[in-house]
């Protein structure tokens, strides 16, 4: 009796196995039992959804499955029974019986595409084990995005479909911002032939959650979709910094220039850029000025040191309702030399222990950034220093590397990138003739020097005719 129960129970088993695999619609189930003919009198209920139900009805010439299904618009019932004509008594020992509900009152059309039933019965001789396995199948939606971020202005392909298939049938789509956080509808579509949906939106700018549902009709029950996040953000910008240095003491000034743009390359125009300088151990900035950027995003300003040595010197731009704020820094390191030439080092580097070595005409330096970004020098070197550019060398951690040049009309321009880490920079003058002193100072130093040839030669004569006069007085004595 045991194995006999227990093999009914495989068999029941298998049997749910192969009905899931015959329908590819999402199947929920439940068990209603009858366990023996004394229960003429009990009926057995058993809820397998919000709208599905099932029960046994039982006979002394048959046994009643009975499907309820409820609309949750209209609140009718419809009822799909399917009887089995048997027979419980003592005589019967074991029989199975499985049927699939088909016929269905025309009534209660709408209950066919949603809802299937089966039953699997069996008996053991006095006693009755019926089990009834019921299959709702619910309509599912889907929803999905063509990007999950979007740039403000653009918009994104909100698609989805309807399975089973269904033409026709109304869906709506609804956001929540992050704020103020509640549902708002934000367009009805209609499935096609294949029970597929788009929608083109261009949000604004923030955070969504999207989702979509029907809500059922007669002749269907509602559905909804999960909800996934979208973000709408700002067009990015960015701002390039750049500095000219002159490479005199006297009228020393750096001109600063660069481009405000947007991602798509196009030129922010009337757009205040401000700059800014701050040096080493100061925790605040100095405002230089504030210009406009042209019809193109360009910008430029002059500055003047009030003395020289290492700056580091922003632009910023504040940004406005579509685009985002940016920035950008360089360093600038100037040293001078005999009160006369500038060596002037602009960097996205930090540059430290800027020096000139006399002796062997060198102009050395350290500069260091983050691990794996790309780092470059641009640096001014006095014509009247080095009136041929091929006379100069760049050494970075010692090893010659290559550099380009380009002219002003006092100056050499050169420029060389690296990776960043901490390294040794070595710019060698070469052959060209460092003067001791400045050549403004030739001259002067030429006529003190003559004046004072002059004085000596003066104070000479008059003391050799000192000494004539006084011979004289002497031997006319």
Avoid at 329 to 342: A, G, H, I, M
Wanted: hydrophobic share 35%; proline share 4%.
């Amino acid at each position: 009796m045991l194995a006999l129960l227990l093999l009914g129970f495989l068999m029941m088993a298998y049997r749910v196995q192969s009905l899931n695999a015959e329908s590819p619609r999402t199947e929920t189930h439940g068990i209603c039992r009858l366990n023996s003919p004394e229960d003429s009198n009990t009926t057995e209920r058993i809820d397998l959804s919000p709208y599905v139900s099932m029960s046994w009805e039982y006979d002394a010439d048959y046994v009643r499955l009975v499907v309820s299904t409820r609309n949750p618009f209209s609140y009718t019932v419809y009822n799909v029974t399917e009887d089995f004509d048997v027979t419980l008594n003592d005589s019967i020992t074991h029989v199975n019986e499985t049927t699939q509900i088909d016929s269905i009152d025309p009534s209660a059309t709408n209950i066919r595409k949603y809802l299937s039933a089966w039953t699997y019965i069996q008996y053991f001789d006095n006693m009755t084990l019926i089990d009834a396995y019921g299959y709702e199948n619910l309509l599912s939606l889907s929803l999905s995005v063509s990007t999950t971020t979007v740039v403000i202005g653009q918009s994104t392909s909100v698609n989805g479909s309807i399975t089973p298939v269904l033409a026709g049938v109304n869906v709506t789509l609804w956001y929540m911002p992050n704020y103020p956080s509640y549902w708002e509808p934000l367009a009805n579509v209609t499935t096609d032939e294949n029970g597929n949906y788009s929608y083109e939106w261009t949000p604004a700018l923030g955070s969504y959650q999207l989702k979509a549902n029907n809500t059922g009709d007669e002749n269907d029950f509602p559905t909804e979709s999960s909800t996934i996040a979208l973000n709408c953000v700002e067009i990015a910008t960015s701002i390039s910094i750049s500095t000219s240095s002159s490479s005199t003491v006297l009228g020393y000034s750096v001109s600063i220039s660069g481009t405000l743009s947007d991602q798509y390359g196009n030129g922010l125009a009337d757009e205040p850029v401000i700059l800014y300088y701050t040096s080493y151990g100061v925790n605040s900035w100095t405002l230089i000025t504030s210009v406009a950027s042209d019809e193109f995003g360009n910008y430029s300003a002059m500055w003047i040191p009030s003395a020289t040595g290492t700056f580091t010197i922003e632009a910023a731009w504040n940004g406005n309702a579509t685009d985002a704020a940016a920035s950008s820094n360089v360093t600038l390191s100037s040293l001078p030399y005999l009160n006369q030439y500038v060596f002037s080092v602009e960097s996205n580097s930090t540059v430290s222990d800027l020096a000139f070595n006399t002796t062997n005409s060198e102009l050395s330096f350290t500069v260091s950034g983050p691990s794996g970004t790309v780092g470059y020098v641009k640096m001014a070197v006095a014509k009247s220093l080095v009136p041929n550019v091929t006379d100069l060398s760049v050494y970075i951690d010692g090893n010659q590397t290559d550099f380009t040049a380009s002219s002003t009309d006092d100056s050499w321009i050169l420029y060389f990138t690296y990776t960043h880490s901490t390294h040794m920079v070595t710019v060698a003058l070469g052959n060209s003739t460092v003067p001791e002193f400045p050549t403004l100072l030739i001259l002067p130093l030429f006529l003190i020097t003559t004046l004072i040839a002059v004085v000596l030669c003066k104070e000479k004569i008059i003391a050799q005719k000192a000494l004539c006069r006084l011979k004289y007085q002497r031997q006319k004595s």
